[in-house]
């Protein structure tokens, strides 16, 4: 009983020996039973090459840090002072050392020595795309510690570091289409770019296409293709256009689309009348569209009196705009069929429809069949 009591109050002294000893730590105090005592420290560094030094109440035998931080931090004692070069921080993120100063072999202190990332920001930097053809010149204000550095442009761009300002300039396009290119820059060892683009809706979008049908990417190859214009009215209206037989009369055919500036792309929606044509025998004839998942599948509905609509407005497909060596000016359209009421499919083909009304029920449908069925299509450009 009597050294269970010794034990008990010996545990009860270490405990508050080991609170007391917790309640002195601090990032500039000596780990336990150290006699050194830090008189001074300048521990926090800068990005750009930094010294700093702790001076503490003897002379210490040794100083040093992990040999990981040696490559960056050097260190050397001087009398009662341990001093500390760190070099340049060229990364944007903080990093430190535990710098360990010795006494004796057991007797020693540790301090953390950390130096700030540098600093680099290009303020708002946002892509760049210009809706025309001429010259500009662009700029974004740059807060940073050091100088940027313009790694690479194309030949119709110039750009450079000045002034705390990335001052960009593009040249008049006369290449006669759409034109991508990156300014890339760095700064130690952070990396960045500024896409910028290039076109003019009218000359570069609007005009003369094949519409490719049935297009494989792998072979290159399509089923077959047809004349088409992209055009804009007076409203504003973008309209594909292009011609195909029904039966032995030519129907024109109009797309309505929406045109997107700042991704160049083109959007068809499901369900628009796309056409109609009177015959003087068997009166008016009407076109619609209508989207197909990759079974074929659509998304109808059914009317208060039971009739089956086949018109639906949900789905949406868009070809964005770009310029390749090989094909000139193309975008693929690719899309939704359909996406209403919880239903969704990716778009496999556009069907159109004959109706001998002007409101798409399946039972106007002629000939309870579909007129066309157009599928992996791509919207190429012709050269001029």
């Not at 840090?65 to 760190?86: I, R, T």
């Not at 910028?196 to 399509?222: A, H, R, S």
């Not at 004349?227 to 973008?238: F, K, M, R, T």
Request: glycine share 6%.
């Amino acid at each position: 009983m009597k050294m269970k009591k010794i034990f008990s109050m010996l545990l009860a002294a270490s405990c508050l020996f080991g609170l007391a000893s917790c309640s002195d730590d601090d990032g500039n105090s000596a780990t336990p039973l150290s006699t050194i005592k830090v008189v001074s420290a300048q521990t926090s560094l800068q990005a750009r090459p930094d010294t700093g030094s702790v001076v503490v109440d003897c002379e210490p035998v040794k100083a040093y840090v992990s040999d990981a931080d040696q490559s960056w931090l050097k260190v050397e004692v001087k009398g009662d002072s341990v001093k500390f070069y760190a070099k340049q921080n060229l990364t944007t993120e903080s990093r430190n050392a535990m710098l360990t100063i010795k006494k004796s072999a057991n007797d020693s202190v540790m301090l953390n020595v950390d130096q700030l990332g540098m600093i680099f920001i290009v303020q708002n930097k946002v892509d760049i795309m210009q809706v025309n053809d001429n010259a500009n010149s662009y700029y974004f204000n740059v807060k940073t510690d050091y100088e940027g550095k313009v790694v690479s442009t194309p030949d119709w761009i110039t750009a450079e570091f000045k002034n705390s300002r990335l001052n960009i300039d593009v040249k008049p396009n006369e290449e006669g289409h759409i034109r991508v290119g990156y300014v890339a820059y760095s700064c130690g060892n952070f990396k960045d770019s500024v896409k910028v683009t290039q076109y003019d809706f009218e000359k570069d979008i609007l005009g003369d296409y094949e519409l490719w049908i049935g297009y494989n990417p792998i072979t290159d190859v399509m089923e077959r293709k047809v004349d088409a214009v992209l055009s804009q009215n007076a409203n504003g209206l973008v309209t594909l256009k292009f011609s195909a037989l029904y039966g032995n009369v030519t129907v024109p055919l109009q797309f309505p689309m929406t045109f997107d500036s700042d991704s160049i792309s083109l959007t068809i929606n499901s369900g628009d009348q796309v056409a109609s044509y009177n015959n003087k025998k068997k009166g008016w004839t009407y076109f619609f569209t209508v989207f197909a998942s990759p079974t074929g599948s659509i998304l109808p509905s059914v009317d208060a009196n039971g009739d089956t609509l086949l018109l639906n407005k949900s789905g949406v497909i868009t070809a964005q705009m770009q310029y390749d060596k090989k094909k000139g000016t193309y975008g693929t359209f690719s899309g939704l069929a359909y996406n209403e009421g919880g239903y969704s499919a990716e778009f496999k083909r556009m069907y159109i429809g004959a109706f001998s009304a002007s409101y798409p029920y399946k039972k106007y449908l002629i000939n309870n069949e579909w007129w066309a069925s157009l599928y992996d299509m791509v919207l190429v450009k012709k050269e001029k």
